[in-house]
């Protein structure tokens, strides 16, 4: 989506926050679906909640869209508490997973709806309207029922209809889900840019880890209403703070074990020398979590951690192969190795083959 014609806006990371919310919290019926949320999205940031699904995150959208109620907590848009502000008078505007585009008006009457009720002058609103389906590319489409536009067509067309009121933030939901998976990459790449070239601030929900990691200037991963880690996308990938981030965001080898003398045994033959790790005492039982992508098999340097396994599994990916490597009785690693452009087939370890993993101490992370 090449946007020319509304003239981008530098992004404000300082200054005051454009969402925040300040012990957000829902029950529904004696139960807490959002237990005191504390956010601050800055102004211009790609913000995304990602999290399983009956986590809280429709919820906590719905909530800072105004269309329900905190049972306790406040939101503030732009610094200004809009808990009991009515959604129409919020700086918010929302696009949901189902587009929910008006079937009976063509595109332009649907991208112009917004406007059209607060009354502008019929040239004026003609323009914008054409300036908003030129930045979705759907300059050509405005004469067309959304029954007769293609998923991606019909999120675009909710997108404009969004973006033409200039809210301060914009709030999403799963807006991608209903796309196939290739149509979903390449609005996931338009979006962004899109995002990049109006500078709105874009609070983003979804499930699906790598959408959040690709996209978004800082993820915070929700598990039963609660905040389990917020920070960039390297962050929460390199440095998981929780078992349930590490487990959730890609793949982690975990494991559990006593915390001992600056290692942790996770075997009675393993142990895993790991840093320092705050608030964990000698006999305390952590978890450890390597990424497998991070583990070598062969070609080690002196500084890394080794130990020998046996290769029980190997599968071929195309670009990668993936092994499980048992460490001890019942332990088992996986590691991910690219595909190199100069490996062969025959450079692949096979079951049974007697191997050597190591990884960098840096890349082991403690967790309790
Ligand atoms: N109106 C309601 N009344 C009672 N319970 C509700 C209501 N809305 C949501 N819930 C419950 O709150 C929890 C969180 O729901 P929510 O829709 O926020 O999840 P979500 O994270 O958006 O999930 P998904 O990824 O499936 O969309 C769920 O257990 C759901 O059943
Ligand atoms: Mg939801």
């Known amino acids: 989506m090449t946007a020319t014609t509304t003239a981008s806006k530098p992004l404000s990371r300082a200054g005051t926050p454009s969402v925040s919310l300040r012990g957000l919290t829902k029950v529904f019926g004696g139960t807490t679906v959002v237990d005191h949320l504390d956010l601050d999205v800055a102004g211009g940031e790609f913000f995304s909640?990602?999290?399983?699904?009956?986590?809280?995150?429709?919820?906590?959208?719905r909530m800072i869209a105004g269309f329900s109620d905190p049972t306790d907590g406040s939101v503030l848009v732009g610094g200004e508490d809009v808990t009991s502000t009515p959604p129409h008078k919020r700086d918010v505007n929302t696009v949901f997973q189902s587009y929910a585009l008006f079937e009976h008006l063509d595109v332009r009457g649907n991208v112009g709806f917004g406007l059209r009720r607060k009354g502008l002058d019929r040239r004026t609103l003609d323009r914008r309207v054409s300036e908003m389906l030129e930045l979705?590319?759907?300059?050509?489409?405005?004469?067309?029922?959304?029954?007769?536009?293609?998923?991606?067509q019909r999120q675009r067309v909710a997108l404009a209809r969004a973006l033409i009121n200039e809210p301060k933030v914009l709030l999403l939901d799963e807006p991608l889900a209903a796309l196939d998976l290739q149509l979903r990459h390449a609005m996931q790449a338009e979006l962004k840019a899109?995002?990049?070239?109006?500078?709105?601030?874009?609070?983003?929900?979804?499930?699906?880890?790598?959408?959040?990691?690709?996209?978004?200037?800082?993820?915070?991963?929700?598990?039963?209403?609660?905040?389990?880690?917020?920070?960039?996308?390297?962050?929460?990938?390199?440095?998981?703070?929780?078992?349930f981030a590490a487990g959730f965001i890609g793949t982690s080898n975990l494991m559990s074990g006593v915390w001992s003398h600056g290692s942790v045994v996770v075997a009675p033959s393993v142990a895993i020398p790991a840093p320092?790790?705050?608030?964990?005492?000698?006999?305390?039982?952590?978890?450890?979590?390597?990424?497998?992508?991070?583990?070598?098999?062969?070609?080690?340097?002196?500084?890394?951690?080794?130990l020998p396994g046996t290769i029980e599994a190997t599968t071929y990916h195309g670009a990668t192969t993936r092994y499980r490597v048992a460490i001890a009785p019942g332990l088992a690693l996986t590691v991910l190795e690219q595909n190199l452009p100069r490996m062969r087939a025959e450079d692949r370890w096979d079951p049974g083959d007697r191997v050597e993993v190591g990884w960098l101490p840096e890349h082991t992370v403690v967790l309790t």
Request: glycine letters at 10%; one cysteine or more; hydrophobic letters at 30%.
């Open 276 to 306: 320092a790790h705050h608030g964990s005492a000698e006999g305390d039982t952590v978890s450890v979590a390597v990424r497998p992508e991070k583990i070598w098999l062969g070609d080690h340097t002196d500084e890394m951690f080794r």
């Open 49 to 61: 909640l990602l999290g399983p699904s009956g986590c809280g995150k429709t919820t906590t959208l």
């Open 194 to 243: 899109l995002q990049r070239e109006v500078g709105i601030t874009f609070l983003f929900v979804t499930h699906d880890q790598d959408e959040a990691l690709s996209m978004s200037d800082r993820v915070a991963i929700m598990n039963n209403g609660v905040l389990e880690q917020c920070g960039t996308p390297e962050d929460v990938y390199e440095r998981p703070t929780s078992v």
């Open 136 to 152: 979705v590319e759907l300059a050509d489409k405005g004469r067309e029922k959304p029954s007769r536009l293609s998923g991606g």
